[in-house]
């Protein structure tokens, strides 16, 4: 148990559909990551948190939408994904910055999605 | 640009062998953070040590060690009479400290290297 917590585990959806991951941290952090993890890829940053605002949004498409409502919620809301969007989605915490650089980030278990 | 090259893909090894992981890495500042995380079949990803570039000392946890080489750009991971439980995926991950505020973070992932320990 690393203190975070992704939910669902798993989750399959159809291109039209809506859905959302959610992440929630016990960890007193203030600073929260969403993170793609696609085979044979490295992980790749999608969303940076600090002090619930958004301050990195690395290229990722509109059907990505983040939402921060306090430091221990963070969510990732779907809609119109396309088959290339399946991976497993890994949120992080870590403490608030300036200097996240030398933050230890702590990760939920993800999110395994699959859209058909 | 900052960059993580994890050459090793896959490695099996028979249990009790010593097993090394490579990394070596890319990046135009002086002062950067590395890392290593494993990723057991579960998926969260574990934090393992945080190195920053001016502290060249070798550590070693339990069966664990990491050798940081400014010199050669490299900070390897050592695992010591693996055992099964040792079976996962290891990423080796750099952050630069010229990034720190908004706009311009980034942790760099290697592609990580798939540990398989046989009993």
């Known amino acids: 148990e690393t203190g975070v917590t992704q939910t669902p585990r798993h989750l399959v959806m159809g291109m039209t559909n809506k859905k959302s991951l959610k992440c929630e941290q016990h960890l007193g952090h203030n600073a929260m990551y969403w993170y793609k993890q696609s085979a044979k890829k490295p992980l790749e940053l999608m969303f940076v948190y600090n002090f619930k605002e958004q301050t990195e949004n690395n290229s990722v498409p509109s059907r990505f939408s983040p939402e921060c409502p306090n430091s221990s919620h963070l969510f990732l809301h779907l809609h119109t994904l396309q088959p290339e969007d399946s991976a497993l989605y890994l949120c992080?915490?870590?403490?608030?910055?300036?200097?996240?650089?030398?933050?230890?980030?702590?990760f939920g278990a993800g999110t395994r999605l699959s859209v058909l | 640009a900052q960059k993580v090259t994890q050459a090793q893909t896959e490695i099996s090894v028979v249990e009790k062998e010593d097993v090394t992981l490579d990394c070596v890495y890319e990046?135009?500042?002086?002062?950067?953070?590395l890392f290593w995380y494993k990723q057991p079949p579960s998926g969260e990803l574990v934090f393992l040590i945080r190195r920053n570039s001016f502290d060249e000392q070798n550590e070693i946890s339990g069966r664990y060690s990491w050798n940081f080489q400014k010199s050669t750009s490299s900070f390897n991971f050592t695992i010591t009479a693996s055992q099964v439980v040792d079976s996962a995926v290891y990423f080796c991950a750099l952050s630069e400290a010229g990034n720190s505020g908004a706009g311009s973070y980034q942790l760099t992932f290697g592609k990580g290297t798939k540990l398989s320990v046989i009993p």
């Open positions: 992080a915490s870590s403490q608030e910055g300036p200097g996240l650089a030398k933050n230890i980030q702590y």
């Open positions: 990046t135009r500042d002086t002062t950067y953070y």
